[in-house]
């Protein structure tokens, strides 16, 4: 079974709109960090924000911000005032239990396409 | 900054080769990845290494070797490269065995063409 499903292979959005991009993960472990990264065509790996399985509230980073709904195993990545610079494809990660040996383990990704 | 660097952005091999993928990171880390990136199938785990000498199995293992003689040096080793293997190859590295919430740190990529 897949740990880390990502539904959406692409989507659209308009420049200064805000974008929702879908990631549902399966652990049984009850400790877990869940990590974005974003690649664009260069093709660099470029980390953009954590939610820990532990963390009260939903982590931020500028204009990037994370719906994570723990009861739905769901950490979906949220995007404000998308800018053309965003068009790239997106991953979403999970390193289970409570070691940072533990290499993490990707989605298939979803490549966004931001329209002017 | 963390840098990983990786030997070359783009690599043309015959069938039969050996081929050799070098990873250097200049952190002082502890952690180090191995990824093969193919579309649709996102990045899968080759191999990995928490220490010197240490190696660590990942999910599709089957024709490759690594190889960790100092601590900021991972290689990956195709004894007999194939066509199949031709793919993008990622290497990462992290900094903290300890710290769950540690990311992991990318190099740009080899694009590797087994002919």
């Known amino acids: 079974a897949q740990k880390i499903t990502q539904t959406q292979p692409g989507m659209f959005v308009q420049e200064k709109e805000a974008v929702t991009l879908d990631c549902t993960y399966d652990?049984?472990?009850?400790?877990?960090?869940l990590f974005w990264y974003k690649q664009p065509s260069s093709g660099e790996m470029i980390f953009l924000i954590y939610?820990?399985?532990?963390?009260?509230q939903n982590a931020t980073e500028g204009r990037y911000s994370l719906n994570f709904q723990k009861a739905r195993k769901s950490a979906n990545l949220v995007i404000s005032a998308s800018q053309l610079g965003d068009s790239a494809m997106y991953f979403c990660?999970?390193?289970?239990?409570?070691?940072?040996?533990?290499?993490?383990?990707f989605g298939k990704g979803t490549r966004l396409s931001v329209i002017a | 900054d963390v840098k990983v660097t990786q030997s070359s952005r783009y690599l043309v091999k015959r069938t039969g080769e050996k081929v050799f993928l070098e990873c250097v990171q200049d952190?002082?880390?502890?952690?180090m990845f191995w990824y093969r990136q193919d579309p649709g199938l996102g990045l899968r785990l080759i191999y990995f290494?928490?220490?010197?000498?240490?190696?660590e199995k990942g999910d599709i293992p089957e024709g490759y070797s690594v190889s960790r003689e100092k601590k900021e040096r991972f290689s990956l080793i195709l004894e007999s490269a194939s066509t199949n293997q031709t793919s993008m190859y990622l290497c990462?590295?992290?900094?903290?065995?300890?710290?769950?919430?540690?990311?992991?740190?990318f190099g740009p990529g080899t694009r590797l063409t087994v002919l």
């Open positions: 990462a590295s992290s900094l903290t065995p300890g710290m769950r919430t540690d990311t992991q740190y």
């Open positions: 652990t049984s472990d009850p400790s877990y960090g």
């Open positions: 939610q820990g399985s532990y963390d009260q």
């Open positions: 990660a999970m390193r289970e239990g409570k070691s940072g040996n533990t290499p993490l383990v």
């Open positions: 952190m002082d880390h502890e952690n």
């Open positions: 290494s928490y220490d010197v000498k240490m190696k």
